[in-house]
């Protein structure tokens, strides 16, 4: 790699994941000890859609409990990590140069699906965020795109972390406590999305809700699988680089939580 970080995509699952002991926790929590310190993490969540690519200049992001009907100890969590304003306004002037149309908003705070992981992975939370949106009209070619402009921060110390979940259909009332093996359905969309990962097949991810087996009904809307394709987009040129299973394990019976990390090369910015 050179020195270039990785990009990662991580499942964040349901908003009570800091309060959980299981699977995904532990290996979330065990990550930031493994991945080499960066000056500041890019996150790109499922929970924050806007029309065009929209960065959160905040120096003090809040934290944002976008969820409800959940325990009280979750609402009292805060994540203050600091802000970049200064790599928000390069990271939109990266973009614009790629031909987005890139905005920042001046007092975005941080959703679950940004806090949420990054509570596990850095609890001191002493490392700058920067939060970029999705689109989730434009879909999954779109998002490589992003993430192929994106690719050069990664020489540059900036973690870039994508945050949604590797099947995301929380309508189907197979849900089940987590201890519970999950549907065959569930398992085959995961171990095909592995497989497709893993030995880069761009064609076949771009076209999952036709190829993957279930495709449409785990993702329902796409919000969770496109930050994927940022990820994806960030490890070389945007075309075929694959990534690396880095976890694997179940939660709610139907969330699959697989993770992944993307090492292409990158070039330099």
Not at 40 to 56: I, K, R, Y
Request: net charge negative; proline share 10%.
């Amino acid at each position: 790699m050179s020195g270039a970080l990785p990009a990662l995509f991580l499942s964040h699952g349901a908003p009570t994941l800091p309060l959980e002991d299981i699977p995904a926790s532990r290996f979330l929590k065990a990550l930031g000890g493994e991945l080499t310190r960066p000056r500041a993490v890019l996150m790109v969540s499922a929970h924050w859609e806007t029309p065009t690519p929209t960065l959160g200049g905040a120096a003090m992001p809040k934290t944002i409990h976008d969820f409800y009907g959940f325990p009280d100890a979750l609402y009292a969590m805060k994540y203050p990590a600091p802000g970049d304003p200064d790599l928000a306004a390069c990271v939109a002037d990266i973009l614009r140069e790629a031909g987005f149309e890139a905005r920042v908003h001046p007092r975005r705070g941080f959703d679950h699906g940004a806090w949420n992981p990054l509570m596990l992975v850095y609890p001191d939370a002493d490392i700058p965020v920067v939060q970029l949106s999705i689109q989730t009209a434009l879909g999954p070619a779109h998002h490589l795109a992003l993430g192929k402009a994106l690719a050069p921060l990664r020489r540059d110390g900036v973690l870039i972390v994508a945050s949604g979940n590797s099947t995301h259909n929380l309508g189907d009332p197979r849900r089940a406590p987590t201890h519970v093996e999950p549907p065959g359905d569930v398992r085959a969309f995961d171990e095909w999305l592995i497989e497709a990962v893993s030995e880069g097949r761009i064609d076949d991810l771009l076209d999952y809700r036709a190829r993957a087996p279930a495709g449409a009904h785990h993702h329902p809307t796409e919000d969770h699988i496109l930050p994927l394709f940022v990820a994806m987009g960030a490890a070389s040129n945007g075309a075929t680089a694959p990534g690396r299973l880095i976890h694997q394990s179940y939660c709610l019976a139907i969330l699959a939580m697989s993770a992944f990390a993307f090492d292409g090369e990158t070039a330099d910015l």
